[in-house]
C-alpha cells in the first residue's frame, strides 16, 4: 500500500480525484485519528491521519479507489462527566460518508462504556464507510424549479408506496428503482402532484430497542450517515449502486417535469441517549456536536436521547455540506426539516441563527425548496410562523382547524377563512409568501385520511407500547362506529367528510400537501404512529384502492391550477378580485356570520370559481351569487352537469361551481 500522504483538510469526507483518496475527518478535541481500511475478506489496515488544519484531520492515500471500505479510530480523554467519549476501540463511520455497508444491530460491541469505557472492538460488526466515485452522466438533466405558487406536494415513503404495486416489476418493487418507472410518472401524473416528498433515503440505524421487539424503524428518523443514501431501498437491478439507482429515479422524474423533495434530520442521530451505541459523532468529538448539560449528559430536546448542536460552526458547515452534496450530485429540489426548531437553537431559538442566514446566503441551497416542520421538544420549542425566507412550514393549525370545522363543528368561519386564506395571521409576514404556509390534513404521523373518519381511538398495540405511544389529541371522528366496517349509511357521511376535507386542503390558499394512498383510501386500521411497522400495515395496497376517490382528488388538483387566485403568488386583499366570503343567501357575511354564524359559507375565487360548503348536520339550500352557475366534476358526477341557481346541499357536503359566461 502506498504511503499516506498529509492531503488537504478540504473536501469534506472522502473524495476520488481519479488518482487516489482524500480524507478529511473533524475533531476538536481528539489528540490522534486513525484512518482504517478494510479489503474483502474484512482484514484491517490502520494508519494515523499526517495533517492537521486546524481541527480538520486529512490525508492522501494513492492507488485508493472507489468501493474502499474505511472507518475512523479516534484517540482522545474518555471523560463522560467532562463530555469527552473518545474510545478507539470503536470503529466509527465518517459523517460524510457517501455510502455505508452493513447494519447496526443489538449488539454489546456497539457500547462505548458509561463509567468505565468499553474495550470490546466493534470493527468485525460496525458499519463500514465506503468511497464513491462523483460520475453519473446527467446529461440535460434540469432542475423543474416549480414554482411555489403551482406546487402541489405528495409525501410518500420508498417501500410502502410501491412495495405492492402489481404493475410494477416484483424486482424493483419498494425500490428507488420503480419510483421512476414509467408507472409511477404516470400515476404521478394523472394525479397531478408536482414535487414528490420522500421520509429519510438517508442512512439510518434500528434502534435496539425495537429490534428485541422484532421490529424495526419504518420512517427512518433515525440517521447514522446523512449524507450516504440507505441501501435498503436499492433493487440491485442491473447491477447499480443504490445512489446510482437513485439517481436515475431523479432523472426519470425531472424529466416529467416533478421535482424530488427529501426528508431530512439534522437534529439528533442514531447514538441516541448516553446509554446508546457509539457509531459515530459521539466518538470522533461528542463535545463538539452534541448539546450538552453540565454533567456530560445530552439535552434531549428531540425526544430521541440526543440533540445536534447546529450552531457550533463545524457541525454548520457540516450541515451546509450535506445539503449541498444533495443538490450537486443526487439533484434533488428541497428538502423538509424534521423537527427544524433544533436548526435554529442557541440554545435558545433565532430565527436569524447562522444556519437559515447561511442558506438565504448559499447560490445553491437559497434555490431550493426549504420546508421546516416548526417545532421540538425543547424550551420554547413550538415555532410556527417564526422561520425566516426562504423556509415554508408544516401549519398544524390548517391541520386541526379543517378536522375541528368538519368533524366537530367547533370552529368559527372566521377561524376556517383564516386557515384557507395561507393563515395570513400567522406566516403574513415581511418576505414571506402565502406559499409558506404548507397545508396539511394527514402526514405520515398520524392518521391517514381514511382512519381520520373512521377511528375515535389510536389502536397502536402493534408498536409493542401497550398503546401509550402516538399523539391522544387527534380530532378524529368515527361517525358512531369505531373501525372500518360500518352501515351504508354511515359510510355515505364518512365519504362526504374526506371529500369536504380533501376540497379545503385543495382548494386553500398556500401549498398543498397531501399524505400517498389518502387518494384511494390506505388505512393503518387506526395506527397513529406506524413509525416501526415496515409490512403491508403501512404499504399502499394498488389493488384495493378507491378509484372513484382518486378520480376526486386529481379532478380537485388539476382544477386548482385553473384558479388564478391559488396560483397566485400574493397575499389575498379586499377588493382584488380573488376572494369573496360569501353567506348562504349569497351575500357578504355579517360580522355576527363570522363567529358565531352557521356553518354554511360560500367562497368565490377569481370572481368565476365558487365552493359553496355545508358543515352542518341539516340538508339546506344555499343561493348562490348573481350569474348561473354549474357544477363542476367529480362533484356533478358528470360532464354535462346543470345550470343551476340553488344548491341544494346534503349535510357535510360541498361542490364546487364555474361560472358561465
Not at 129 to 158: N, Q
Not at 371 to 383: H, K, M
Not at 419 to 437: C, E, H, N, V
Not at 499 to 504: F, G, P
Amino acid at each position: 500500500m502506498s504511503q499516506l500522504l498529509p492531503g488537504k483538510p478540504t473536501p469534506a469526507g472522502a473524495v476520488y480525484d481519479g488518482k487516489g483518496v482524500n480524507f478529511t475527518l473533524f475533531s476538536q478535541h481528539a489528540g490522534r485519528v486513525e484512518l482504517c481500511l478494510f479489503d474483502e475478506q474484512g482484514q484491517e489496515a490502520r494508519m494515523d491521519l499526517p495533517g492537521r488544519t486546524g481541527d480538520i484531520w486529512h490525508g492522501y492515500l494513492a492507488a485508493i479507489k472507489p468501493g474502499q471500505r474505511y472507518g475512523y479510530r479516534v484517540h482522545g480523554p474518555w471523560q463522560p462527566e467532562a463530555g469527552h467519549c473518545f474510545n478507539p476501540n470503536k470503529l466509527l463511520v465518517d459523517p460524510c460518508a457517501r455510502q455505508v455497508e452493513g447494519e447496526v444491530t443489538d449488539d454489546p460491541r456497539f457500547l462505548g462504556g458509561e463509567a468505565e469505557m468499553n474495550t470490546l472492538d466493534s470493527a468485525p460488526v460496525a458499519p463500514k464507510s465506503v468511497v464513491l466515485a462523483d460520475d453519473f452522466d446527467w446529461e440535460d438533466d434540469a432542475f423543474p424549479r416549480v414554482p411555489w405558487g403551482a406546487t402541489v406536494i405528495y409525501e410518500a415513503h420508498v417501500r410502502g408506496l410501491t412495495k405492492r404495486h402489481p404493475a410494477i416489476p416484483p424486482e424493483i418493487r419498494g425500490t428507488y428503482a420503480a419510483l421512476g418507472h414509467p408507472v409511477m410518472i404516470d400515476y404521478f401524473k394523472r394525479l397531478g402532484i408536482t414535487s414528490l416528498e420522500l421520509l429519510p433515503v438517508a442512512c439510518f440505524a434500528h434502534e435496539p430497542r425495537l429490534l428485541r421487539q422484532g421490529l424495526t424503524n419504518y420512517w427512518g428518523y433515525n440517521p447514522l450517515a446523512p449524507c450516504a443514501l440507505d441501501t435498503r431501498y436499492a433493487s440491485g437491478v442491473d447491477g447499480l449502486p443504490a445512489r446510482n439507482e437513485f439517481q436515475r429515479a431523479v432523472k426519470a422524474l425531472h424529466a416529467a417535469g416533478i421535482e424530488v423533495i427529501l426528508d431530512v434530520v439534522f437534529n439528533h442521530t442514531a447514538e441516541l441517549e448516553e446509554t446508546g451505541p457509539l457509531l459515530s459523532m459521539r466518538g470522533i468529538d461528542n463535545q463538539s456536536y452534541y448539546w450538552l448539560d453540565g454533567r456530560g449528559g445530552y439535552q434531549n430536546w428531540t425526544g430521541c436521547g440526543n440533540t445536534l448542536n447546529i450552531s457550533h460552526p463545524a457541525v454548520m458547515n457540516w450541515t451546509l455540506d450535506c445539503l449541498r452534496y444533495w443538490v450537486e450530485e443526487c439533484h434533488v429540489d428541497g428538502f423538509r426539516f424534521d423537527l427544524a426548531t433544533v436548526l435554529g437553537r442557541t440554545p435558545e431559538y433565532r430565527r436569524d441563527a447562522q444556519l437559515f442566514r447561511a442558506i438565504e446566503a448559499c447560490p445553491i441551497l437559497s434555490q431550493c425548496k426549504m420546508i421546516a416542520e416548526p417545532w421540538d421538544i425543547g424550551p420554547d420549542g413550538y415555532q410556527v410562523g417564526n422561520f425566516p425566507a426562504p423556509f415554508a412550514e408544516w401549519n398544524d393549525h390548517f391541520r386541526d382547524t379543517v378536522r375541528r370545522y368538519w368533524l366537530y363543528g367547533d370552529i368559527s368561519n372566521g377561524d376556517f377563512a383564516r386557515r384557507f386564506a395561507a393563515s395570513s395571521d400567522i406566516f403574513q409576514q415581511s418576505g414571506r409568501l402565502p406559499a409558506a404556509s404548507i397545508n396539511l390534513v394527514t402526514a405520515h404521523d398520524g392518521f391517514t385520511l381514511r382512519d381520520v373518519v373512521c377511528f375515535n381511538e389510536k389502536h397502536n398495540e402493534a408498536n409493542g407500547e401497550d398503546n401509550r405511544d402516538g399523539s391522544n389529541n387527534n380530532f378524529s371522528h368515527n361517525h358512531g362506529v369505531e373501525g372500518l366496517k360500518a352501515p351504508l349509511l354511515i359510510v355515505e357521511h364518512r365519504r362526504r367528510s374526506v371529500h369536504a376535507m380533501l376540497t379545503t386542503l385543495l382548494l386553500a390558499q398556500g401549498t398543498p400537501m397531501l399524505l400517498a394512498g389518502d387518494e384511494h383510501g390506505h388505512s393503518q386500521h387506526g395506527n397513529n404512529n406506524a413509525y416501526c411497522q415496515d409490512n403491508e400495515l403501512t404499504w399502499l395496497d394498488w389493488e384495493e384502492n378507491d378509484s372513484g376517490l382518486f378520480t376526486f382528488t386529481a379532478a380537485l388538483i388539476h382544477l386548482r391550477k385553473k384558479i388564478p387566485a391559488l396560483q397566485a403568488e400574493s397575499w389575498w386583499q379586499e377588493g382584488d378580485g380573488n376572494v369573496e366570503w360569501l353567506s348562504q343567501e349569497g351575500q357578504p357575511l355579517s360580522a355576527q356570520a363570522w363567529q358565531r354564524g352557521e356553518h354554511r359559507l360560500q367562497i368565490l375565487l377569481s370572481q368565476n370559481w365558487l365552493i359553496t360548503l355545508n358543515a352542518t348536520e341539516e340538508v339546506c339550500d344555499i343561493r348562490l351569487p348573481q350569474g348561473r352557475w354549474h357544477a363542476i366534476p367529480p362533484f356533478a358526477g358528470d360532464d354535462n352537469p346543470i345550470l343551476v341557481t340553488v344548491w341544494h346541499g346534503p349535510a357535510h357536503g360541498v361542490c364546487v361551481f364555474q361560472k358561465q359566461s
